[in-house]
């Protein structure tokens, strides 16, 4: 292992180590950095905030910071000659607020790209699309298979606190008195494995992943689908956040991730997390379409 991968890997556990700590401290280390370009461009290290949420961002048994997003956003910044990454593992709900406040640069969770999130933090372009899916009992005894689907059968449903799911079920028409939130993808997966609702939405390789990890729970993953909302299909597109100040830093990000996708390299980085070609964005996807289509309540 060379000397800068090693201090890469201390500065990862040294983050998720202050994060333990409380955030407060975390805060202020992020705040004292400066400006994330000018550190990029000095070859400085980049703090990323993440939920622990498979296979998005999590942290390994090695306590190195990993998953689709956190490893996708370490090829941009060493591309883009910044030193490395400092991982900050919070609540999925709590990631923008974090951002906002200065705990970390970038958010890299596999968020999906929403108006409603638009209003408050800058996306960098599609990382990724990725289809929806109902994690339901074994034999689906429901017969669910869409987010509309759910809203007809008065059948009760599980989500992330402040997730796109969540928006997309009231959207649907599923009241919010039969939408249950979990403020954890483990907690939504045992919400249904303890039938505490009747399914849970979320994207279906987060879902498959869980049923890989606990193969012995009687749950299935239903097909996957785009949920439709005031008749349009959203892709369940997902970028990195920024903060609005911060739009150099983002526009090279863009730039670096960009080069990542057209070069082939992005399949290469997401494949060990089950991304395929399928979950590349279409060229002609942008983030400013995304922000006007998405729900925005």
Request: hydrophobic share 40%; glycine share 14%; net charge negative.
């Amino acid at each position: 292992m060379t000397a800068e991968l090693t201090r890469r890997r201390l500065l990862t556990l040294a983050g998720a180590g202050v994060a333990a700590l409380g955030v407060p401290t975390l805060a202020g280390c992020a705040r004292t950095g400066g400006d994330p370009m000018q550190r990029l461009q000095s070859g400085g290290d980049i703090l990323i905030g993440m939920a622990g949420e498979r296979p998005f961002g999590y942290t390994d048994a090695s306590g190195r910071a990993t998953g689709e997003s956190p490893e996708v956003a370490r090829a941009v910044v060493d591309g883009l000659g910044g030193g490395g990454l400092v991982a900050v593992q919070i609540a999925f709900d709590g990631l923008i607020n974090g951002l906002r406040d200065g705990q970390f640069d970038m958010i890299a969770a596999g968020m999906s790209i929403t108006s409603r999130r638009c209003q408050r933090v800058r996306f960098s372009r599609p990382d990724f699309v990725a289809a929806t899916g109902l994690l339901v009992p074994t034999g689906n005894p429901r017969g669910l298979a869409t987010l509309a689907g759910v809203a007809r059968s008065g059948a009760t449903l599980g989500v992330l606190d402040e997730s796109a799911e969540q928006e997309y079920a009231l959207a649907a028409g599923i009241p919010d008195v039969r939408i249950t939130t979990f403020n954890g993808q483990s907690a939504l997966y045992r919400g249904v494995a303890d039938r505490t609702v009747d399914a849970a939405a979320l994207t279906r390789i987060s879902l498959l992943d869980e049923v890989r990890r606990n193969a012995a729970t009687a749950v299935e993953v239903t097909a996957g689908f785009y949920p439709v909302v005031d008749g349009r299909r959203e892709l369940g597109a997902g970028g990195f956040a920024f903060r609005p100040e911060d739009d150099a830093f983002r526009t090279a990000f863009d730039q670096g991730l960009t080069a990542l996708q057209e070069s082939g390299r992005w399949l290469e980085v997401t494949a060990p997390f089950g991304f395929s070609a399928d979950n590349l964005p279409p060229r002609d996807l942008t983030t400013e379409s995304l922000c006007a289509r998405s729900p925005s309540s």
